[in-house]
Every structure is written in C-alpha cells, then in structure tokens.
C-alpha cells in the first residue's frame, strides 16, 4: 500500500497556520475561517480516502491487518539507538485520523459561527490548525520520540486556547494550570522513554510492539525494585498518558481548562487530546499485555476505573454545564482505560481492546456534539450556569434535539452509538474482573442521571428572564450539530471488531443480552431518576442534597482535589523545600558571587592610579615591561 | 622577471593608484565641491575592495621580500572591508568636515598609505620590509588621530601616538637588528632555519615582539591607547582598534608559527603571561569607564587578550581561529564604534550616561549597539560567540586548562560592563534621553552592514571552514 500521500494529512494544517499565522494581520476575518475549514476539509478527504485504503483495499492481508510505515533516520544517537521521523499506518492510527479529521472539521465549521465578531478571529484559527496537525502527527508517529514530540505539541496547542482569552486572569490561570499539571505527568512519560531506549535500544514502536520480538520476550532481563525496568517505563509512560487523559489524580486541569472557548472544549478537551493518552497505551497494547504478565495495565485498569466513578460523582454536583460534561469526559476516559486495562490480546480475548476503540470514536462524536450543543446554548444565553437557563427547547429546536440525541447515547440507550460500546465494556469487564464490572454498571446509570440533570435543567423546566430573547444558532454552527448527531446514532453500527482489535486480525463479536439489559436499565433508571428530579423545577433535589450534607458539599468541591494539590505545593514544597534552597542560595551562593564582584570593582578602583595620562610614565612601563620579559625569559625560565 | 609577475602586488598597486588618483583630484576639483571628493573616495575604495575578490596568482617578489599566499589576500580583503565600512560610517563626518574647515581630502590620502603599510607589512618577506610596512602603517596614523586640530585634545592625542610609537618601533628595530647579528639575515625563510634559543637571540625576540605587542596594545605595552583612542576623531580611534590591531595580531601569527617556530618553547610562555595579564587589566580598567570611546579602547585590549588564547597553539586550528575571530571581531567593533560616531556626531555626546533610555528614542541603534556589545561579550547566537568558543577550543585542544579558565573568568567580567550599557539603553529611563534622529545614508549603510556580519557570520558555518582551508599553508 502506497501510503506516501498520507504525509499531506498533516501538512496541510501546518500550511494553514503558517499562513494564518504569518499573515495573521493581513487576513481579513471571513477569509481565514474559509482558509481553515477548507484546508481541513483536504485533509479529512485524504483520511478517509486513506481509511478506505486501509480497512477495505490494501490492509488486510490473510485475515490480518498489515502495518506500514515510512520513515527517515532524524538523528542517530548510536550504532543502534535513533530517532527516526515518519509515519506509521495501522488500524488505530487509520481510525485515529477519522476521528480527528471528522471533530476537527466540524469544530472549525461551528467556529465560523460561534467566534464570529472575535478580534482575534484568525488567531483562533491558526492555532486550531496547529492543534490539527500536532494530532495527526500525534497518532501518525512512528516511535515514542516522535510521538514525544508531538504530544508535547499537543500541549502547547492546548495551553494557546485555553488560554486564548487571555485578558481573562481565570483563563490564564486554567491555562497555566493545564500545561504544568500535563508536563509534570509528561516527566514520567519522558523517563519512561529514556529508560525504554536504554534498555532496549530502540524507540521504534514496530520493535517494541513485536509479541516475538526481544523486547518483549527479555523483559525479565533487568529488574528494579522487584519489577522489571520496562514495567517501570510502562507505568511511567502510562503516568504522561493519565496526564493527558485527566486519569485520578492528575484530572485537576480539566475542568479549568473549560475556561477556553467551548469549540475548543470540544475538539482538545473531549474529543481528540484528551483521548491522547488512551492511544498511548493502546499503541503501546503488545508491550503492557505481554510484559510482566500485564502487571502495568492492571494499574490502567484501576486507575480508569476509579477515575470513572470519581468524575461521575462529581458530574452529578456541578451546576456549570461545561464542567458537567468535562468530568463526564472524565468518567468516560476513565472508561476507555479500563476496557483496555481488563482486555486480553487474541481474539475474543481482546475484545476490551476493541471497546475502548470503539468507545473512543463514539464517544469522539456525541461528546463533541454535547460540547457543541451546551456551546450554542451558551451563546444564546450569555452564561454557563443552570440557574440562568430552562424552557430552552422552545427557543432552540434544533439545539434541543440533537442534545437529547448526545445524552441517549452517552447514557446507553439503544440502538444510539453510546449504547453498542459501552455493552461491549461492559462485557470485557465482566468477562475479566466483577469488581471493575460493577463500578461500570454503577457509573453508566451515574452518567444517564447526570447527563439528563442538565439536558432537563436546559431545555425543560421554568423559564427563566433572559436579556434579550434566545434564538436558535446559526446554521453555520447548527450545521455541524446535525451532522454529529447523525453520527452519534449510526456510529455504533460499524461492527468495529473487524477492523480494530489488538491483534489484528478481527473477530465476531455478539451482543451480549443480559449484560446489555443489565446496562440499559441501570441507564433508563438514571434518566427516569433525572426526569423525576429535574423535568419541572421542584424542591426535591435541593431536598435530597441537604440530606446527603457534607457528602454533597465534597463531591460539589470536586473532593477538594485542588485544595490538596495547593497544600502540597504551597504548604510542604514551597515551604518546607523551595523557602531554604532560596535562602541558601541567596545568602552563599549569592553571596560569594557579589562578594567576587565586589572584589573585582574595588580592585579596579584600586589601579586606576597607573594610567596616569603622562607619556613618560607609560614609557617607563614599556622598558620595564621590556626588561622584565628580559630577565624573567634569559634568567629564570628554564630554557 | 616578467612585468606581469609585479601583479601579485594588485592590491598595493591598485591602492596606490586610489591614492594617486585622490591626490590629482584635491587639485582639480573646485573648493566649492570640495566634499564630493567623499564620494570619489568611497567609490574609488569600493572598486578596490572589489577588485581584491578576483582570483589572482600566489608567489613572492623582489627575491623574497615580498610574497603573498590565500591566506593573506583573505586578509587583505578582510581589512578593506573593515576600511570601507570605516569610511562609510565617517562619510557624513567627513563631509562636514570638508565644508566647514575646507580640510578632508588628506584624510583619505593618509588612511590609505597606512593601509598600504599594512598590506607590506603583512606581505613581507624579510625584515627591512616588515619594518617598512610597519613604520607606513603608524606614522599617518598619527597625523590622522591629531587632525581635529580645533580639539586640544586631538592634537595630544597625536602627539602621545607618535611618541610612544618611536619608542616602540625604536625598540623593536633595535631587536631587528640584533637578530641580523645573531642569524645572519633579515630573510624569514633564511632565519628559521639558523636561529636557536640562545640569550642574544631571546633577547633579540623580545625587543622585536614589544613592537607589535604596542601595535596590538598588550599589556604593558598599552598605556598609549585609552588616551589616543580618547583624544582621536572617533574614525580613527575606530580604526586603531579594528584594521591596525588585526593587521599587527596577523603578522605576529605568521612570525610566530614560521620564523620563530624555533623559540616556539619561549613564546608560548610568554604569551601565556601577557594573554592572562592583558585579559584582567583591560577588564578592570573597562569596569569603571564612563567615557565610550576609553570603554572601548580597554576593551579591545581585553579583547586582544583572549586572541592570544589562538596565537598559543602554534598550529592550523590557531591560526583558522585568529582569523575567524579577528572577522568577527571587525564587525563587532566597527558596529560599537559606528553607534559612538553616530550618537557623537549628531549631540556631541559621548558619556555612558548619556545613552540612558536610548531605546525608547532610537531603538535601531540601540538594538546594532547591543548586537555589537552581545558579540563583543560573547553572547549566543551572535557571531562573537562561535568567534570566543572557537578561540577557547584551540587553547584547550593544547592542554591550556587554566588560561581558558581564567579567560572565561574574563568573558565574566566583561559580560558585566557590556552589559551595563546594554542595561543603560533599554532598562534605564532618563528625562534627557537623546531625542531621535536619522542617520544619514552613509552612517545607515555602515552600521547595516556590520549588523548583518555579525548575525551571519557565526551561523553560517562554511566561513569557519574556509578559513580553516586557508590556514593550511602560511608562508
């Protein structure tokens, strides 16, 4: 398979901000959203072409998909050990490069609309664009240093729109927030690197990923601390991924990073970087299953788990409907990893694998239309809050429905998206460990209550005195909504478990009918739950907050997750550690420096006397100098 | 002997003939258009700059007193363009100059001769011409650095110059011809193979060294240059410490690394001695200067100091670095000292003080200042860094552990005065800031040029390895 034209998906939105960004000034407003959505629109053309390619032509031979991969030699550090630069076509990255593609167009399509009037209009756009192409550079790498590089890129696309309101001291403040919290986890993720290379001798991911290769069948070979060195580089690297996924407890940046203009909430913050960390661990799948019998993706799997249900909690208290949904986006990357955590490597084996990918496009779809969706009701009513919203549904038809089309497939009502791969979750899970299957269960009915808490405070319930009437979007922005919804009902169809699995080759898979029972009535009971508490504005869920008391104000408090992270900072390592280092620092380090200047002045005042302006005074220095040199090299130097 | 052999000398015929043609011309052109012989000089170098690109031939003459190789018509050309952008940047100085004290054309005439000087000088072959080209080189200078003859401080200036000079050069002919006593000849290629570290033969060497150690202002032979630099018109202060300096440190390379290659065992300590000396008295005497013109004159002999770092090594990779470092530093110097000319002649001002909150009046001049001053000090990515690393990276390929330390020691200290003008400019506010102003075209081009060698000439790695090509062969 040629896969040399796959090269243009990402440069085309490299071109774009170039341009966008050399001529940001130059570019009247109209014409750079046209530039962006256009130049996307090739590259989304190109991805699925390439997908087509891949998944029906080329990909498949003898019943097992084919990885091809195109790469130069970047810098070499050894005979063995180099950083190559390339690219790298397998099903996850095919299926990656749709994903971005599809957000990532709609996004930019809602922007035209939703940014419009924005004095930094073609700003935004360009760092759209540059986001776009540090992803597909992301899930197009070849070795973890490639991959290194552009998730570091990633961050700093990020950390650009977050803080792209940046008059706003909040906005700095998330923005900041998100990008110390990510590279802080991306320490690990770096160590993780360097110690796979030193070990193994190689970044490459064809390598590493080889069940027969030597990496994987000698991971005994070094051990740390009673586990095996590349254990310690799998957790490490999967740390730089829970960073990036807001996994517990690195999930503090999120909900502040909501503070950026909700088309990016949806695009980084939902769709495409947030899922980042999953596909590190997913590309990485061979690696955690096969070394040290899977000891690093059991962690996966708790800590996805547990994020899962502590987000969902959460998600139940927020009253901004942006933070809502960003812990809803929490719980369910929770779940992508723990599907990956529980799954297995053949056949039906792997079919938790195969969910988290398929959990990983769906969900892509129906939260990018949430976000778009609360980001059209946002822009009508000027706010982000529930108290200042209800009856909605009357002013915004369009808004309403595909809203509830999101939050049926979020809460896994058939046959919509959400519903086919969260069952089939659910069926690793059950499959593979009870505990991890129960948590599921528990936060699917979690989500269905959360999610139609707000979908009823929005649209149903009183209606409240709003400044100007709210009118429905532009079509510019309901556009895109009717395309995702389209897509968050027909997505689950794709039987995925041909075409993504871990190894490759693709199985049949079944829907599981008691499991799948099981989960649509724990989600029907959640939204029957939210109907009754929320469909017309009543007392009962300030009732039910009141009796649950403290429980309530910590989970609303977000668990007091930032005030422990500010204690540790501020109280134990500012404090305790950074206060004495300043102050040695300061007092000697310093000191001797000064002092030395000091010196170093007065000495010079000292001298000044010899340059004394008279010319005989400087011959006499002359011959001195003449003599001296004389005495000292016929005299005393040894010749 | 065929005529077209003496065009191996077509840099010097080509410059006398520029002299010539200015002398013909002061006497033909009218009073009133007096000052467009600026332009007829400027011009008139500029061809011979240009000239001096094409290829020619590489031999020596008159039986070996004069001779010429790659290396040294790169040098060549490396002074004419550090003359040109001279001449550029005074131009507009000049043309005043011409108009308001009928007086100028001179100027040219002595500039070029000692430029001339300095062409034999390095071309020589033998002694008698090296003092030759040693003795042209100095004594228009002299005239030059007391032609502002209103200033009294001019006049002095000239006057300590061409005192200290006859000293200098009386004590270096006196080595000269002790070395004629001790070998035999004044023939370099003839000396290197008589002469032996006898102490009549030491001592021979160090009298003949203290002549360029005046020239190149190692300490102590230096006392002369903050009050010449002080007192002369700013060009000539410019051009004493880039064109003269660079000419004198090239010879004494040659010398040492050919014909003295012998006493290679004494020179190397003691140019060891005089590089740690000359680093830290130039340093500590630049920490306290407020006035510009004498901050730079105690820098450039710091600056000598560290170029003695190259001139230890006694090898290609020294030589390759002194040239590289002294291209570098043309450019850097010529850029500070423009800023100083263009500042002085448009307010007269020439104090430290005076440039406080430059940047928020002038900020293309402060910003070719500062470029200047980072690669003075050193600074990445400016060309002044590769020019200092590369210079530090010889001395240590020999082994001279503590003299690069010490000589970072020194690029510490004088990062803090470089960087006290820099701060001066752009953090300092002042009420009488210098208001802003234009320079004229000359100035503009002058300074642009300089800008522009100093970001390129660092970066842009195939220059180093020219020089390094060059420097295979030296006489």
């Known amino acids: ?639 | 002997m065929d005529l077209s052999t003496f065009l191996l000398m077509r840099h010097e015929i080509v410059l006398l003939v520029v002299i010539l043609l200015l002398i013909i011309g002061e006497v033909f052109i009218a009073e009133s258009k007096k000052s467009s012989m600026v332009h007829l000089a400027v011009f008139l170098f500029g061809i011979h700059t240009l000239i001096g690109f094409l290829s020619i031939d590489y031999g020596s003459l008159f039986g070996g007193m004069f001779h010429t190789n790659a290396l040294i018509q790169f040098l060549k050309n490396v002074l004419n363009i550090g003359v040109l952008i001279l001449l550029l940047q005074s131009g507009d100085w000049l043309q005043e100059k011409i108009i308001r004290v009928n007086r100028g054309v001179e100027f040219f005439i002595l500039l070029f001769s000692s430029l001339l000087g300095m062409y034999f000088m390095i071309s020589a072959g033998d002694f008698l011409m090296f003092y030759l080209g040693l003795e042209l080189s100095t004594l228009p200078v002299a005239a030059l650095a007391a032609y502002d003859i209103t200033k009294r401080i001019s006049s002095e200036s000239g006057i300590k110059l061409i005192l200290s000079a006859a000293l200098a050069s009386g004590v270096s002919l006196f080595g000269i011809s002790m070395l004629y006593a001790t070998t035999g000849s004044i023939y370099f290629t003839e000396i290197s193979y008589v002469i032996t570290a006898d102490n009549l033969t030491v001592l021979a060497f160090i009298l003949f060294f203290t002549g360029l150690a005046f020239k190149i202002s190692l300490v102590p032979f230096h006392f002369w240059t903050a009050d010449v630099y002080e007192g002369a018109p700013i060009s000539i202060a410019s051009y004493l410490s880039v064109i003269s300096k660079g000419a004198a440190v090239f010879i004494l390379m040659i010398l040492l690394f050919t014909v003295l290659k012998p006493l290679m065992h004494i020179w190397e300590n003691m140019v060891y001695i005089i590089a740690i000396v000359t680093m830290f008295i130039g340093n500590l005497f630049a920490l306290r200067q407020q006035n510009m013109k004498r901050f730079l004159a105690f820098s450039s002999i710091a600056q000598a100091g560290f170029i003695l770092l190259g001139l230890i090594t006694g090898d290609q990779l020294g030589t390759a670095t002194v040239v590289y470092f002294l291209l570098i530093y043309i450019f850097s110097n010529l850029a500070a000292f423009g800023v100083v000319q263009a500042i002085s002649l448009e307010t007269g001002k020439e104090q430290m003080k005076d440039y406080e909150g430059l940047y928020r009046t002038n900020p293309n001049l402060s910003l070719i200042m500062m470029l200047a001053l980072f690669s003075l000090a050193g600074i990445p990515p400016v060309a002044g860094f590769f020019g200092k690393f590369f210079l530090f990276t010889a001395a240590a390929s020999k082994g001279y552990y503590l003299l690069v330390f010490l000589a970072v020691v020194n690029v510490t200290i004088s990062l803090y005065y470089y960087l006290l003008v820099v701060r001066a400019m752009f953090l300092r506010k002042s009420d009488n800031a210098i208001p802003y102003f234009k320079s004229k075209v000359y100035m503009r081009l002058g300074l642009l040029i300089t800008a522009i060698g100093i970001l390129v000439i660092g970066i842009y790695s195939p220059i180093y390895d020219y020089i390094y090509e060059l420097s295979r062969n030296l006489l």
């Open chain 1, 1 to 639: 398979m040629d896969i040399s034209y796959i090269i243009l998906i990402p440069i085309i939105p490299l071109v774009v901000f170039l341009l966008l960004g050399i001529f940001n000034q130059k570019i009247k407003p109209g014409i750079s959203g046209y530039v962006g959505v256009f130049g996307l629109l090739a590259s989304t053309t190109l991805s699925f072409y390439a997908a087509y390619q891949y998944f029906f032509v080329y990909g498949k031979v003898d019943g097992v998909f084919q990885t091809f991969s195109e790469k130069t030699v970047w810098m070499n550090f050894t005979d063995t050990l180099h950083i190559d630069m390339g690219i790298l076509v397998d099903p996850i990255s095919v299926m990656m490069l749709v994903v971005v593609s599809v957000v990532s167009l709609m996004v930019h399509m809602y922007s035209r609309g939703y940014m419009k009037g924005d004095e930094g209009y073609t700003k935004f756009f360009a760092f759209l664009s540059l986001f776009t192409f540090s992803m597909y550079g992301l899930v197009l790498a070849t070795n973890l240093f490639q991959i290194y590089i552009f998730w570091e890129l990633v961050g700093v696309s990020s950390y650009l729109l977050i803080g792209y309101y940046y008059t706003k001291t909040a906005a700095i403040a998330a923005a900041k927030k998100a990008f110390i919290v990510t590279r802080f986890a991306d320490f690990g993720f770096l160590i993780g690197i360097l110690i796979i290379g030193f070990y193994t001798g190689t970044f490459d991911f064809e390598t590493l990923n080889n069940p027969e290769g030597s990496v994987i069948l000698n991971w005994a070979a070094t051990s740390f601390m009673g586990l095996s060195v590349i254990t310690w580089a799998l957790i490490l690297i999967f740390i730089g991924g829970a960073g990036k996924s807001a996994m517990f407890p690195l999930h503090i940046w999120l909900p502040d990073a909501m503070e950026g203009p909700t088309p990016v909430s949806a695009l980084i913050h939902a769709a495409t970087m947030v899922v980042a960390g999953v596909f590190l661990v997913a590309r990485l799948f061979p690696m955690f299953y096969f070394v040290e019998d899977g000891f690093a993706l059991n962690i996966v799997a708790y800590v996805g788990a547990f994020s899962a249900l502590f987000a969902a909690i959460i998600a139940i208290t927020q009253t901004d409907i942006k933070r809502v949904l960003a812990f809803s986006t929490m719980s369910q990357l929770g779940y992508m990893m723990l599907a990956l955590g529980v799954s297995g490597y053949e056949g039906h084996e792997g079919v938790g694998y195969m969910a988290s990918m398929f959990h990983l496009f769906t969900h892509a779809m129906f939260k990018a239309l949430l976000f778009l969706g609360a980001g059209s009701v946002i822009h009508a009513v000027h706010s982000n809050y529930l108290k200042d919203m209800g009856g909605l549904r009357k002013y915004m038809p369009i808004t309403n429905i595909t809203f509830l089309i999101a939050a049926l497939a979020i809460a896994g009502v058939p046959p919509l998206a959400g519903f086919w791969s969260k069952d089939e979750i659910l069926v690793a899970a059950f499959e593979h460990n009870k505990l991890i299957y129960y948590v599921g269960v528990f936060v699917a009915g979690l989500t269905a209550f959360y999610m139609f808490r707000i979908y009823f405070g929005i649209f149903w319930g009183k209606e409240r005195t709003y400044d100007h009437k709210p009118k429905e979007s532009p079509l510019s922005m309901t556009l895109p909504l009717i395309v995702l919804a389209f897509l968050s009902v027909t997505a689950g169809f794709i039987p995925f478990s041909e075409f993504v699995t871990a190894d490759k080759a693709g199985f049949e898979a079944h829907l599981n009918y008691p499991l799948a029972a099981v989960a649509t009535g724990v989600g029907l009971i959640g939204i029957v739950l939210a109907w009754i508490f929320y469909k017309n504005e009543n007392s009962l869920s300030d009732r039910y907050a009141k009796a649950f008391g403290p429980l309530y104000k910590w989970a609303s408090d977000k668990f007091y997750f930032d005030e422990i992270y500010m204690f540790v900072a501020k109280k134990i390592l500012f404090k305790r550690v950074s206060e004495p280092i300043a102050k040695f620092d300061k007092k000697y380090v310093d000191g001797t420096m000064v002092g030395i200047g000091n010196k170093t002045v007065l000495t010079s005042k000292k001298i000044k006397g010899i340059q004394s302006g008279k010319v005989q005074d400087y011959a006499f220095a002359f011959i001195a100098g003449v003599v001296v040199l004389a005495l000292v090299f016929i005299y005393l130097w040894p010749n």
